[in-house]
């Protein structure tokens, strides 16, 4: 397999895991990152990330769903990475599937990116919190 055919499944893989949706007039962009190990996590968050941006869109509302998902420090690092440069596009980020560790890996993605990302236990919820 070559890099270009890698990249070209990291693509198409990170496209199946953003939907854009909309919710009471306002458009979400949710992030599916559910039942991922955590040597998953920087490609794809980095593709997402790199699509999110092409779309040329500010102010985004978004949903990151971590939901049984194992992250790591590298996990961590990447959505760091994503987060700090998503404060220019982003006006809110709600998150699901923070229980134990991940409580610290979100704190710390919201210190070292200052995004303000709050965990919800209900899409419902954070897209209510989103739309605020």
Do not use: H
Not at 79 to 103: D, P, Q, Y
Not at 114 to 126: C, T, W
């Amino acid at each position: 397999m070559t890099n270009t055919n890698i990249d070209q499944k990291l693509l198409e893989e990170a496209k199946k895991r953003m939907e854009w949706s909309i919710y009471k007039g306002k458009e979400i962009l949710y992030d599916d990152y559910r039942n991922l190990q955590a040597n998953e996590f920087p490609p794809l968050v980095n593709a997402i990330y790199n699509l999110t941006l092409e779309t040329g869109k500010k102010n985004l509302l978004i949903i990151v769903d971590v939901t049984d998902s194992y992250a790591n420090k590298e996990a961590v690092e990447a959505f760091n990475i994503a987060a700090k440069g998503s404060k220019e596009i982003a006006s809110k980020t709600a998150v699901l599937g923070i229980t134990g560790l991940k409580k610290i890996f979100l704190n710390v993605v919201n210190k070292f990116s200052n995004i303000g990302a709050k965990p919800f236990n209900s899409i419902e919820e954070a897209k209510e919190w989103l739309i605020e």
